[in-house]
């Protein structure tokens, strides 16, 4: 047994592979869906109420701040997908060399940004 390991592990040190970024951005993205939730949910529900406040939420959501909120929530709802539809792959066996796994996080992080770019620009 080696016995010169490190105490404590510095995390900031640590060079992680694309894969785990892939990994841990699809836990973070799924946390901020599920924290948006409740106030999507809200704005849905007031936007059907009536048209008074449907005007007041479109007002809302006009205010640049609340777009770029927005724009980050669209682009964590395409990295979860994307990155689910990845995990599905490898759960089915498509994905069994470390070669394919790097070449599936690049994809997912490609697809990801360039959707989000190509709605958000849609939507802006």
């Known amino acids: 047994m080696n016995k010169n390991r490190p105490k404590h592990l510095a995390l900031y040190q640590i060079k992680l592979p694309l894969p785990g970024i892939v990994s841990i ?3 973070i993205s799924g946390l ?4 948006a939730l409740p106030f999507l949910l809200l ?3 007031y936007s059907l109420r009536t048209i008074e406040t449907y005007t007041q939420i479109l007002d ?3 205010h640049p701040l609340l777009k770029i909120i927005l724009l980050v929530l669209l682009w964590a709802s395409l990295h979860h997908f994307c990155a689910g539809l990845r995990y599905f ?5 498509y994905v069994r060399t470390l070669g394919q796994a790097r070449n599936s996080s690049k994809m997912v992080m490609v ?12 939507l802006w």
């Open 25 to 27: 951005l699809h836990r």
């Open 32 to 35: 901020l869906l599920f924290c």
């Open 43 to 45: 704005m849905l529900q």
């Open 60 to 62: 809302l959501l006009a």
């Open 89 to 93: 792959a490898i759960d089915l066996h």
């Open 111 to 122: 697809a990801s940004v360039l959707l989000t770019v190509l709605i958000g620009v849609k």
